[in-house]
């Protein structure tokens, strides 16, 4: 019984032709894995950043879940939207990052439960993620760290 | 050796022979075939407009000169250019020429279909037109070819007609509008005069056969000039029939559209020539100015004269020379010039910045048509193809290509002589692997061997009679000589063929050689004799001839042995039918009998053949007897033979040995022809290129062409690879000059791994090349018939064609590694060996996954069971033929999941953490606030589920006995129901976010706000005027235990009942007559306090004195909310209530009398209750603090009190005035810290309201909001299903209960309170509370009634609908009181005076009521409308209720939008329940019990005593309370009790509460705190009385009194 936090937040966007941006998010898991809580789906508000060219959301996501099987991990994805004046939307973007959830092994041979958390930001043209997973008791005794990268 | 030479001689002279006679034939049939071609001219010219063969190699070169001639006059054609027919530069483009020919058949054939049926289609319409087109078409097409005769003839054949003839159209009016009348004349006469076209219409192989001819014949071309002036007649001619148009008429052959010519090529040099005498080439040097500008004119610059002239675009000056003087030959040539003598130029068009839009915009939309379209990478065909591994840029592999040389077998500039010497060599490499094999000695050997075997076993044997082992044995052995034999046979025959042709062709070069008098080959071929014994050799030849005939006789003799068993088995058959001959064939038998041996005697001696039978003839039914073999013809054939494969005996053996030794003739001793293919061969050199993967990776040095035709390359070539090499080829190319053709590609085979450089030797792999090349000179060229023969016959066809030696083989690493990828990645290598069907082509890729169809492929196929490739396949099919194996019918995505869980479902389903996560995410009540999940599975315990799975195995079972009446339980139940759908709907409304939940953005300050703050620095201070700051709020979620307090501000009270003496026995003790003295005295007879007691928490202040006390005292009570939960939700929902209770402190003295020490004083100190105020905690979180002055709430008896009247003793006073008698208490709750208070629901709920009404409404709340945001204005509430309802729809008359109004039937005034009475009965209960969120729902008076309970908006709604149907003027005021905060209440008007209900406790004040709890007046609603208060003022005192005024009141319903009609979603009537008196006596004695037992236990030390006496009093007075609705009875009433009890000093109070459950009873009897009395000798009274009213409303009277007896 392994479980898994995904703590993060979606920081912003750029890179896209306009800057009235949202976001719409959602995490998609194999059949294995079992949402304890948190919302594994959601919407940021729109951004419409009067300086500078990201749109920051600052997006929380924090998901709980447990796994009975290592096939199916999570996997984000992201759609990034535009909102014209006239409150029309349009898909400007989408990527998913995927399986490479960058696994470190974080080596921890202790009963107790730890937490490790990395947080990785990159600024790839569009959007920015911030994602920390915190894996508990992967059988019991193996902790990993799990990095996530965005790749948009 | 002699018969040779003799056989070279006369090859010699065969072939001198030869080639002369092939010459005359040539002519002969030149000579013929044009006589023919004139002949038929006349038939065929019909056929001139479509081809014209311009037969250049034919082309005479007088008539070649000529045309040039001619063409000089017409300047600016081009027909100079390809006219003159250069014989021997045609033979250079013969093959290019072939090569058009075929394409253009090609292209023919595909046309021919598509225009034919275009032509049926198109006849009848086109006809006239083509007749008229087809004329002219001939000096069109003339043109066209002349250009490009290839252009020319794809042109003419396949496009449609109709495009034909509007092209031929137009060129016709070209052709007809230029020329002048003089040019067109020479142009029709002239012009066809020099090169006739000559017309040929054979077919393509005929034409090529004459060309054949033409080539061989090249030195003699004097002898062709006889044809050519035929060809000159001929052409002449031909004019003259193009005229006669009628005859195009005639249908079209394929040919019509086709027209075939040579390319011609025009020597350089010549071109040149021509080209300077056609051509204008202008000078480049710099025009003089006076030439340019007209005469007597000079140069005017208008830059110089200050005009504007752009700037001219840069032009080389060479390049504008050029131009002018070109211009300049031109007529008119000085137009062009401008007033400077300069070309006139437009400014330079180039601009400086790009006037083409930009691609991007950023804003702006791109034009969909300019837009980029994204197509997805495409993958390489070679992506897959990489070795794994592979990118790793160290670990790759390397093939080595060593290309060590290449010989040619034949090339294009072999001479004849080559050919021969060719062949030679070939045929004696194969003799030198033959002679090194020596399969004739072998077999030679063989054959003796087993003949001795043969002839030992039967010596050995040769008495004894053959057993059949043996006979087995001997006829095996006989089969296996007769075998060897035939081998050696073939062998021997075929080593002497090849001798005899290696002889054949040495014969042939020699002859060669001295025809042509030079050498060209070093071959030189010796025969060496070697000389044998004549004598032992004829005898080795006679014995090896007898042995043979030997074996071939006892063959023939053993066959015909067979033959006739198999003769005589079916004479046996013939003979039972026929048995009456016998005797006449048996004399016949014996006849022919005596003949055949007669016959075998005499023809060989040494056959020793005994025949046991002879055959005989026998009549012609019976079957055919074999003949019996001719043994002597055996030997006549076996000779034969043997001398035709095997030397003669005697003669000698003759080895040939073949040496490069001849000298080869210098160059300047050869004939030109010779000297030029020499020269030919010098110019060419060779390299190879080689081909990885069909990319060229790497090529050979480019080697010089040997006379040997040999080249040596020896260059190994390193190719590090990274993909999986799929093809390995040399392109060999031939140099000549710069230009270089591909002569021949060689595929390679990929090697294996196991191949490794230095392990391989150089393999030879043969090429060839179809190409076909011919030449002018001694070389033979390619694919060119060729014959040796004298007579030509015998031709061949020799191919460009050689070997290429060279290996491929995998590298080696420093480490002696081969870097080879493993075989696995190589495709293509899977495929085993042969015999071995491949499955998918087999079966096909579908039948893949049918078992049947693979065991089939598998058993076909013979796969090797024991091969480790093959294990998978074995396995299935054992599995497959073992059993029925099903495939499955599904199909699954993640199938090998299973596998791989750590636990199962069961187990992630049992684990008690993941279910209390999930259910604390699903904000399920119980788990809704849990906080701390803990981390360890053993850590959770099975009781935190406990309570859950209770309700929901109870959920719908209700506990009755906590409710003491059925109908409630019922209630209770519906009510619980409500509220969970609703709060499930509220759950999930809240995660609806709106931006301010989740942005929270600081205000920047403004200028304003930074002026005020500015101005409050410089502001005095004013310590003794301190301001209100404002209390920074918390938000609820980020709070613990102990986080809240509850303060409670006691600041005075009013009218504070005071202790009345008991006068009626004075003097009966002296304590009680010294206090009442005080009393009387001081006028102090309270000392009352207050006590705070808020979730069990208890507090009081100091005692004060007298009856309107002032404490002015803080009380900190702390808070805690249910489950540790703070969350806005969960404190909403906090039932608790703030209870302030008023106590007297009495002091009781008792005196001890002490014989020892004299008196002391005893004191007891006792509390009284006197009243009490209760302030919902959800009032307080809501309005965040609760600031005025409250009625307390005292019972209407207090015994042992008065109200002091001491001002208002002797009172007219009217109603209203006695009304606001009581007593008060000042108060300031609040929570510290400020906790946030929950916003309404936000969402959006359904409605059947008309759009426009809620649009309306939407506004009039707004505009509200924005003028007055303290005014509550409601316009629109939410019903109990969720639904948004116009408010005007809950008012509507109703008729209250009947028995109420019977009560006084003829005073309706009368009436009215009770109404209010039996309203407020009806229990409080929050909609807060209730639903646990902020939103306000609102039930029908009916919903109202059959739940029996609801806040003050349902009581104040019934009320006024009571109130309506009681003919009176009644209104709903929305407004905010005190407690409870934005309420209802209702307004009535009566007498010309507006009464202010409070629906809630039944009371009524008048409009200028200075203790009226109604704080604000909002805004009044009745049936028809509702009117906004737009006054100054809101306080009920100061307003105006005269709705009539529209400055005073907006209407929501005006002229402007006038009331739709809404109907009432209030029932027409509502229908009451009658009393159940029963059921409110049981409900009575229950309750007593109850509290009876509850008392008990709250004394647990004391012993607690009833009095009976009292108890029964106290219960008669109760009825009679109700009655009177507790209003001034006590006077009576005391009387009468203190009579009944004289000794008691009693204390005691009715309490009158809504029944809805036993809790809040218990409660308010335990804050009285009656049970607290400490005395010793106290006895306690205790009466309930249930009131029942209709509809299950009951009125609960307890009175509680303690008794302590005097």
């Known amino acids: ?152 | 050796m002699e018969a040779l030479e003799d056989g070279e001689e006369d090859e010699r002279e065969a072939l001198k022979r030869h080639l002369r006679a092939e010459r005359q034939k040539r002519k002969k049939r030149l000579l013929e075939q044009s006589s023919l071609q004139k002949s038929r001219d006349a038939d065929d010219v019909k056929d001139v407009t479509s081809i014209q063969q311009y037969s250049a190699d034919e082309g005479p070169s007088e008539k070649a000169d000529d045309s040039v001639v001619l063409s000089k006059s017409r300047t600016g054609s081009q027909k100079v250019l390809c006219a003159p027919g250069l014989t021997s530069i045609t033979q250079h483009t013969h093959h290019l020429d072939d090569f058009v020919k075929r394409r253009l058949e090609e292209k023919l054939k595909a046309a021919r279909s598509k225009g034919e049926s275009l032509q049926d289609k198109e006849a009848s319409l086109e006809f006239p037109s083509r007749l008229h087109s087809l004329k002219d078409r001939d000096t069109v097409t003339r043109f066209d070819r002349e250009a490009d005769a290839d252009r020319a003839g794809r042109r003419d054949s396949p496009s449609p007609l109709s495009t034909r003839v509007r092209f031929r159209e137009a060129a016709r009016q070209v052709g007809k509008g230029l020329p002048t009348a003089e040019e067109a004349f020479n142009f029709f006469t002239l012009n066809f005069d020099p090169d006739p076209p000559d017309v040929i219409e054979t077919s393509s192989r005929r034409r090529q056969k004459q060309r054949k001819t033409t080539d061989e014949d090249e030195e003699h071309e004097d002898v062709d000039e006889d044809i050519q002036e035929e060809n000159e007649t001929q052409s002449e001619e031909a004019p003259l029939v193009q005229t006669q148009e009628d005859l195009f008429v005639i249908d079209q052959s394929p040919q019509d559209f086709l027209e075939i010519k040579k390319a011609e090529y025009v020597g350089y040099q010549k071109l040149l020539q021509r080209q300077s005498e056609l051509l204008f080439t202008p000078s480049f040097r710099t025009v003089p100015t006076s030439i340019k500008l007209p005469e007597n004119m000079k140069p005017r610059y208008l830059e110089d004269e200050g005009l504007y002239v752009g700037e001219r675009p840069p032009v080389s000056l060479t390049n504008e020379n050029i131009l002018e003087n070109r211009i300049l030959k031109m007529e008119e040539g000085k137009k062009w010039f401008g007033d400077d003598g300069r070309i006139i130029a437009l400014p330079n068009p180039i601009k400086e910045s790009s006037t083409r839009p930009p691609l991007f915009h950023m804003e702006e939309a791109l034009d969909p048509a300019l837009q980029t379209v994204y197509r997805k990478a495409v993958k390489s065909k070679y992506a897959n193809l990489y070795i794994a591994g592979g990118a790793d840029p160290e670990g790759d592999y390397q093939l080595d290509v060593d290309v060590s040389g290449l010989i040619f077998s034949h090339h294009p500039l072999f001479s004849r002589e080559h050919v021969l010497g060719a062949r030679l060599a070939q045929l004696y490499d194969q003799y030198l692997t033959r002679q090194r094999n020596n399969l004739t000695g072998h077999l030679t050997d063989k054959l003796n061997g087993l003949r001795n075997a043969l002839r030992n076993m039967l010596e050995s044997h040769s008495g004894l009679n053959p057993t059949q082992a043996l006979q087995q044995r001997i006829s095996e052995y006989n089969l296996e000589v007769r075998n060897t034999r035939h081998l050696r046979d073939s062998e021997q025959e075929k080593d002497r063929t090849l001798l005899k042709n290696i002889v054949k062709v040495w014969k042939a070069i020699k002859a060669l050689r001295e025809f042509q008098k030079f050498t060209n080959t070093p071959y030189k071929l010796y025969l060496r004799r070697e000389n044998v014994d004549r004598v032992s050799d004829e005898q080795d030849y006679e014995d090896e001839i007898l042995a043979e005939v030997v074996e071939l006789e006892a063959e023939t003799e053993e066959e015909y042995q067979n033959k006739l068993a198999e003769y005589k088995k079916r004479l046996e058959e013939w003979k039972l039918c026929r048995k009456k001959q016998k005797a006449k064939k048996k004399k016949q038998k014996k006849k022919k009998k005596g003949q055949a041996q007669d016959d075998t005697e005499g023809e060989d001696e040494e056959q020793d053949v005994s025949e046991s039978e002879g055959p005989t003839d026998e009549p012609p039914p019976k079957p055919e007897p074999p003949e019996r073999p001719d043994l002597g013809s055996i030997e006549q054939w076996v000779r034969e033979k043997t001398l035709r494969i095997r030397r003669k005996p005697g003669e000698a053996i003759l080895i040939p040995e073949l040496s490069a030794s001849a000298n080869i003739t210098a160059s300047e001793l050869c004939p030109r022809a010779e000297t030029a293919r020499r020269e030919d061969v010098a110019r060419r050199s060779l390299f190879t290129k080689i081909l990885y993967n069909d990319k060229e990776v790497s090529r050979t040095d480019s080697r010089s062409l040997n006379t040997d035709f040999r080249v040596h390359f020896g260059q190994i070539f390193n190719l590090k690879i990274v993909n999986c090499p799929q093809s390995i080829s040399l392109q060999v190319f031939e140099e000549i000059g710069s230009s270089c053709s591909l002569l021949a590609q060689v595929f390679l085979p990929v090697p294996e791994p196991s191949v490794v450089t230095g392990s391989v030797p150089l393999e030879e792999f043969e090429f060839s090349s179809n190409q076909r090349v011919m030449f002018d000179h001694e070389g033979v060229g390619s694919d060119v018939p060729l014959s040796f023969e004298a007579d030509g016959s015998n031709k061949q066809s020799l191919l460009t064609s050689g070997k290429v030696s060279c290996c491929v083989s995998w590298g080696i690493g420093d480490d002696d590694v081969p870097l080879a990828p493993p075989i696995s990645q190589q495709p293509g290598g899977v495929h085993s060996g042969m015999g071995c069907l491949d499955a998918v082509s087999y079966i096909g890729a579908s039948g893949l996954y049918d078992m049947k169809k693979i065991g089939e492929w598998a058993r076909q196929s013979r796969l090797d069971p024991n091969d480790p490739k093959n294990a998978s396949i074995m396995q299935l099919l054992k599995v497959a033929s073992s059993g029925e194996v099903t495939a499955p019918e599904y199909f699954r995505l993640e199938h090998l999941q299973e596998e791989f869980n750590f636990v199962t479902d069961e187990e992630l389903e049992k684990s008690g953490r993941f279910r209390l996560l999930k259910l604390r995410n699903q904000e399920v009540a119980e788990f809704r606030n849990y906080k701390f999940i803990p981390a360890l599975e053993r850590e959770v315990t099975d009781t935190v589920f406990q309570e859950y799975e209770k309700r929901l195995k109870e959920g719908e079972v209700i506990d009755t006995k906590e409710h003491l009446d059925s109908h409630r339980a019922l209630v209770a139940k519906y009510l619980q129901k409500i509220r969970e759908s609703v709060i499930n709907r509220f759950l999930l409304a809240k995660h609806h976010y709106l931006l301010s939940d989740l942005v929270i953005e600081e205000e920047i300050p403004t200028i304003g706000i930074l002026g005020i703050n500015l101005f409050k620095l410089a502001e005095p201070k004013r310590p003794l005027k301190p301001q209100r700051k404002e209390r920074k709020k918390v938000t609820a979620q980020n709070l613990s235990d102990g986080d809240i307090k509850l303060l409670v501000n006691i600041i005075r009270a009013y009218d504070i009942p005071v202790r009345r003496l008991q006068s009626n026995k004075p003097g009966q003790s002296s304590h009680s007559a010294l206090q009442g003295s005080i009393g009387l005295l001081d006028q102090i007879q309270v000392r009352p306090f207050v006590e705070v007691s808020f979730q069990r928490t208890v507090l009081q202040t100091a005692t004060a004195d007298g009856p309107n006390p002032c404490w002015n005292e803080e009380l900190q009570l702390p808070f805690s909310a249910p489950n540790g939960d703070y969350s806005t939700a969960s404190l909403q929902s906090v039932k608790d209530e703030v209870f302030i209770n008023i106590f007297d402190e009495v002091v009781h003295e008792t005196v001890m009398n002490d014989k020892n020490r004299g008196k002391s004083i005893q004191t007891h100190i006792e509390k009284r209750w006197l009243g009490s105020v209760k302030i919902p905690f959800s009032t307080i979180y809501s309005q965040s603090k609760i600031d005025g002055t409250f009625k307390v709430n005292t019972p209407a008896v207090l015994l042992g009190y008065s109200k002091e009247k001491s001002h208002f003793t002797n009172s007219g006073f009217d109603i209203l005035r006695s009304l606001s008698e009581g007593t008060f208490i000042t108060l300031f709750i609040t929570v510290d810290p400020q906790l946030v208070p929950g916003e309404s629901v936000r969402e959006k709920f359904d409605t059947q309201e008309d759009e426009r009404l809620l649009q309306a409404s939407e506004r009039f709340e707004r505009d509200a909001a924005q003028r007055y945001p303290e005014r509550p204005c409601i316009t629109t509430v939410i019903d109990l299903s969720g639904k948004t309802v116009f408010i005007t729809r809950y008012i509507r008359p109703l008729s209250p209960p009947k028995e109420l109004l019977d009560e006084f039937p003829n005073n309706p005034l009368e009436a009215t309170p009770l109404v209010a009475r039996f309203v407020s009965l009806i229990p409080s209960l929050p909609d807060q509370v209730s639903f646990s969120a902020t939103c306000d729902l609102w039930s029908t008076c009916d919903q109202f009634l059959t739940l029996l309970a609801g806040d003050e908006e349902e009581h104040a709604v019934l009320l006024c609908n009571y109130f309506l149907s009681m003919g009176k003027k009644a209104w709903l005021i929305i407004g905010t009181a005190i407690p409870e905060g934005p309420t209802a209440y209702v307004l009535t008007l009566e007498q010309n005076l507006y009464l202010i209900w409070n629906p809630s406790s039944g009371q009524f004040y008048g409009q200028y009521d200075t203790f009226c709890p109604l704080q604000a007046v909002g805004c009044l609603v009745n049936p028809d409308n509702v009117w906004f208060n737009i006054q100054q003022y809101t306080s009920p005192m100061r307003v105006s209720f005269d709705i009539s005024k529209a400055h005073l009141w907006k209407p929501f319903f005006s002229r402007t939008f006038s009331h739709p009609g809404l109907s009432s979603i209030q029932p027409e009537e509502l229908v009451y329940r009658r009393t159940d008196r029963a059921a409110a006596a049981e409900l009575q004695d229950r309750i007593e019990r109850i509290l009876k037992e509850k008392i008990m236990e709250w004394r647990p030390r004391q012993p607690t005593r009833w009095n009976r006496y009292c108890t029964t009093t106290l219960k008669q007075f109760l009825p009679k309370l109700e009655l009177i609705r507790g209003q001034d009875v006590a006077e009576g009433h005391r009387h009468e009790l203190q009579s009944l009890l004289g000794d008691y000093r009693i204390s005691g109070f009715p309490l009158n509460l809504a029944f809805s459950e036993i809790r809040p009873i218990i409660e308010a009897v335990y804050s009285t705190g009656i049970h607290s009395v400490q005395a010793s000798n106290v006895e306690f009274a205790l009466a309930v009385y249930v009131h029942p009213y209709p509809n299950n409303v009951m009125s609960v009277w307890i009175y509680l009194a303690s008794l302590v007896l005097t």
């Open chain 1, 1 to 152: 019984m392994a479980e898994l936090h995904i703590i993060g937040q979606i920081i912003g966007a750029s890179g896209f032709p306009e800057k009235t941006l949202f976001c719409k998010w959602g995490i998609h898991t194999g059949e294995a894995w079992r949402l304890l809580s948190g919302l594994k789906e959601g919407q940021t508000q729109v951004d419409s950043p009067q300086i500078g060219d990201i749109a920051y959301w600052s997006h929380p996501i924090d998901l709980h879940y447990a796994t009975k099987g290592l096939q199916g991990w999570p996997k984000i994805h992201l759609e990034v939207w535009h909102q014209d004046s006239f409150g029309r939307c349009q898909l400007y973007g989408y990527g998913f990052l995927g399986e490479d959830f960058n696994e470190k092994e974080g080596g921890r041979e202790t009963e107790k439960q730890s937490e490790i958390l990395l947080t990785a930001a990159r600024h790839l043209n569009s959007a920015q993620f911030t994602c920390s997973c915190v894996i508990q008791r992967i059988m019991q005794h193996v902790y990993r760290a799990v990095n996530i990268h965005t790749s948009i």
